[in-house]
């Protein structure tokens, strides 16, 4: 069974950094895309950053441009969201979401959701 947690979320100030975490369990990274996303209140849910071992960085939101990078680590088959410079619009819940298909992935649609963890950011 496919599981993946979350964690690191928290409240931080402008311009502060948090590093968020999504254990993979019941995959091997090296098989799926990982991407993050995140939704706001009242908001819908938009793609953040996506990676896979085969082809690197799969999609990145303009919002993160020098702000946010993802990595892999596999020995721990984790996936790491840095985030750096925040800001009060980066407040939401971060999903950390899976899939062998990246498109899906990319798309929005993949297979497998984390549950959230809640970033908020103070001004």
């Known amino acids: 069974e496919v599981q993946l947690q979350a964690s690191g979320g928290g409240l931080v100030q402008a311009g502060g950094s948090l590093r968020l975490s999504c254990e993979a369990s019941?995959?091997?990274?090296?098989?799926?895309?990982i991407g993050w996303f995140r939704q706001a209140p009242g908001k819908e849910r938009e793609g953040v950053l996506s990676?896979?071992?085969?082809?690197?960085?799969?999609f990145y939101a303009d919002f993160v441009k020098g702000r946010f990078t993802i990595s892999n680590d596999n020995a721990k088959n984790t996936v790491h969201l840095q985030m750096n410079s925040l800001k009060p619009e980066d407040t939401a819940v971060y999903f950390c979401a899976a899939d062998t298909d990246a498109n899906r992935l990319v798309l929005g649609y993949p297979n497998y959701w984390g549950q959230g963890t809640q970033v908020t950011v103070s001004s």
């Open positions: 019941g995959l091997t990274l090296d098989d799926y895309a």
């Open positions: 990676i896979s071992s085969r082809h690197g960085i799969l």
